[in-house]
């Protein structure tokens, strides 16, 4: 049998050893919990395939030694051990807990158990080490994974030190603390390599304001829908799934009806989530947040209950990522409107209540409220349409008017572009005011504003 330090150090290995895809699907489990909100644990599991044979409730407060209580779990050891024939927890192999679990639970656990155990940090890991698509989403799950190792590494080494529990595997002290000291040397590589590209992320972001583009980042809860709102609107393919934690890392695109417009899709948040594991995902998440628009993304389908923990979930781990002075206009937007179920005015209430406002309802599915949307970021960004005349050339200024459509063109939207023949063109469009200024004073006799 494996030592309870190898199923407690998956992660790094898991991650050196490109742990499959499917490495854990079909696993049974059961799932030990002090609350009775069990759902979206469940759902997290179900997403790597892992089936929860049966939930085992003890009320009251978490221990703060081993998260339920001792004379519990040593039963629980029993049973596992007894797998008398037709037992329901026949082809159990794993052990959930619903609690992100201290290094000390964690290995206690483990101690008493004498099974693979895993808390929800645990879970969040391995699901994020499956959908983990890209180099940038697998260099930071690799860092997650890592930090996780050395807290548990540590406490070991502590408990060897102390004398607190002697012989975990071969080793004794002395080897485990080479493999912390492996492991912490690896956390400083990566590191190193995570903050060079964010470094240039920050820099293309730097480059991309100074030329005048916009940027749009939309952030929400998992599975709020904003993959298929970012896909709606920049016609840009990405992976949308009815799963949590689709995405991992940021894609940036250009809203189709405004080329001058970017829009940033990225991960999304969930209740709880350990700073620790979320600080690796920082840099992914400033490639969103650090725009001139956030859109806040909220599923209308929701139950109100389930809106207002989503809404507060988000609204806590945004703010907590921004800084004060730099945060950027923020509006709620309610996707999956085809799928709302209570009253409207609710949600609005909810959302007024937790300090936000509502900008807009769409569905992407059902193409509905999407133009809306749009008109609603254009406005935010560029402003109102502006109508004037654009005059043909003189002797004064002989600069083509073909040459002024085509500039207008590049930096605006435009609306509508009425051809008067002698008189020149009627338009309407939107377009940065600096823009308008800086043609207006190259070209003063030929802008006429309505
Ligand atoms: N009915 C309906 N379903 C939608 C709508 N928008 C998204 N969905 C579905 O909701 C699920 C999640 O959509 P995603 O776009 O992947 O959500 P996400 O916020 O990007 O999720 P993560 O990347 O996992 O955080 C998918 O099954 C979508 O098809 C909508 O407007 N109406
Ligand atoms: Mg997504």
């Not at 596992?80 to 206690?108: F, I, T, Y």
């Not at 909810?350 to 254009?378: F, H, K, Y």
Request: glycine content about 8%; proline content about 3%; overall charge negative.
């Amino acid at each position: 049998m494996a030592t309870g330090a190898d199923f407690l150090l998956s992660g790094s290995a898991g991650v050196q050893l490109q742990e499959g895809r499917r490495a854990h699907e079909g696993r049974r489990a059961i799932l030990l919990t002090r609350k009775t909100d069990v759902g979206e644990f469940i759902s997290l599991a179900s997403t790597m395939g892992i089936e929860i044979i049966e939930v085992i409730h003890q009320p009251g407060s978490s221990d703060p030694r081993h998260v339920l209580g001792s004379g519990r779990l040593e039963a629980i050891r029993d049973e596992l051990k007894a797998k008398v024939e037709g037992h329901p927890w026949s082809g159990v192999d794993l052990v959930m807990v619903h609690h992100n679990a201290s290094p000390r639970q964690l290995v206690n656990l483990n101690e008493i158990l004498e099974f693979e155990v895993w808390d929800r940090v645990r879970l969040l890991l391995h699901l994020f080490t499956n959908h983990a698509n890209s180099v940038e989403a697998r260099t930071q799950v690799r860092l997650a994974r890592l930090r996780a190792d050395s807290s548990v590494l540590r406490e070991i080494v502590h408990r060897e030190t102390t004398g607190e529990r002697m012989g975990w595997g071969a080793g004794g002290k002395h080897a485990w603390q080479g493999v912390l000291e492996t492991v912490q040397k690896e956390v400083v590589a990566v590191q190193k390599k995570q903050r060079k590209h964010a470094r240039s992320q920050a820099e293309r972001r730097r480059q991309r304001k100074r030329s005048g583009v916009s940027t749009v980042g939309l952030a929400g809860y998992t599975n709020a829908g904003k993959s298929t709102l970012f896909m709606a609107l920049s016609g840009k393919d990405v992976l949308i799934e009815d799963r949590l934690f689709s995405t991992l890392e940021t894609t940036v695109g250009r809203m189709l009806s405004s080329p001058r417009v970017l829009m940033a899709d990225t991960i999304g948040f969930i209740d709880r989530i350990p700073a620790e594991l979320l600080d690796a995902f920082r840099a992914t998440l400033a490639e969103s947040l650090e725009c001139d628009l956030l859109l806040l993304v909220l599923d209308a389908g929701d139950s109100l209950s389930e809106i207002d923990r989503k809404l507060k979930t988000s609204r806590r781990d945004l703010l907590e990522r921004m800084d004060g002075d730099d945060r950027p206009i923020t509006g709620v937007v309610l996707s999956k409107i085809d799928l709302l179920k209570e009253d409207i005015d609710e949600i609005y209430h909810l959302v007024e209540e937790n300090g936000l406002e509502v900008i807009a309802e769409v569905s992407a599915i059902a193409e509905q409220g999407l133009d809306e949307l749009c008109q609603c970021i254009l406005d935010e960004l560029i402003g109102p349409p502006l109508k004037f005349h654009l005059r043909h050339q003189t002797e004064k200024d002989s600069t083509p008017i073909e040459r002024l459509l085509h500039d207008l063109h590049e930096c605006g939207q435009m609306d509508s572009q009425i051809d008067n023949g002698e008189q020149g063109f009627e338009i309407e469009m939107r377009i940065p005011k600096l823009d308008l200024d800086r043609l207006i004073s190259r070209h003063p006799t030929r802008v006429e504003m309505q």
